[in-house]
Antibody
Framework: QLQVVQSGAEVKKPGASVKFSCKAS????????VHWVRQAPGQGLEWMGIIKPSGGATSYAQKFQSRLTMTSDSSASTVYMELSSLRSEDTAIYFC???????????WGQGSLLTVSS | DIQLTQSPSSLSASVGDRITITCRAS??????LAWYQQRPGKAPSLLLFATYTLADGVPARFSGSGSGTDYTLTISNLQPEDFATYYCQQYYSTPGRTFGQGTKVDIK
């Protein structure tokens, strides 16, 4: 049974970069996509982008095009999401989830909290 | 990007009630709509995709309908575990798979 495990919380200063990992446990992401979604405190969900771990094809929301990079390892068991030029508005919980091309069918990771503060 | 507007933003209901949440898209999305449930402090989970299709393990009291720009999520016989926030998401327009702003369902 696949479980998705995300890396821990991070605190960063404005202008810095952060890189979160998302690991498949019990299986791999092979044959699926991985979506990244974030949620600012008390706010709704915001879709950021998608990666196909087998092959590494990516697609990002236009809002994040210039500062978002998603990668995967060769075994398709771990994907990474790097966000650069951080600002306070990037403070949020970042979720990854296995899915189809269009939607996140799950399972979801537990979320990784990013705090951006000077 | 396609915008999704959910209504209402919040509602209060009782166990056993039937409730409906609406999701309106700024342009037609050809049934490319999913619904998610998020309980406090938890990750979202998929309820339905392609407007009508229940995700694995989702109880039949959840149902979806709609076409064009207007879609609904209906929960019949509301159960205590259904008090949560619900989000619609369109995946007709890529890359941006936008979410609605959410509808919080709480206990009356």
């Amino acid at each position: 049974q696949l479980q998705v495990v995300q890396s821990g919380a991070e605190v960063k200063k404005p202008g810095a970069s952060v890189k979160f990992s998302c690991k498949a446990s019990g299986s791999t992401f092979s044959g699926y996509y991985v979506h990244w979604v974030r949620q600012a405190p008390g706010q709704g969900l915001e879709w950021m982008g998608i990666i196909k771990p087998s092959g590494g094809a990516t697609s990002y929301a236009q809002k994040f095009q210039s500062r978002l990079t998603m990668t995967s390892d060769s075994s398709a068991s771990t994907v990474y999401m790097e966000l650069s030029s951080l600002r306070s508005e990037d403070t949020a919980i970042y979720f990854c989830a296995r899915g189809q091309f269009g939607y996140s069918s799950g399972p979801w990771g537990q979320g990784s909290l990013l705090t951006v503060s000077s | 990007d396609i915008q999704l507007t959910q209504s209402p933003s919040s509602l209060s209901a009782s166990v056993g009630d039937r409730i409906t949440i609406t999701c309106r898209a700024s342009q037609g999305i050809r049934n490319s709509l999913a619904w998610y449930q998020q309980r406090p402090g938890k990750a979202p989970s998929l309820l339905l995709f392609a407007t009508y299709t229940l995700a694995d393990g989702v109880p039949a009291r959840f149902s979806g309908s709609g076409s064009g720009t207007d879609y609904t999520l209906t929960i019949s016989n509301l159960q205590p575990e259904d008090f949560a926030t619900y989000y619609c998401q369109q995946y007709y327009s890529t890359p941006g798979r936008t979410f609605g702003q959410g509808t919080k369902v709480d206990i009356k």
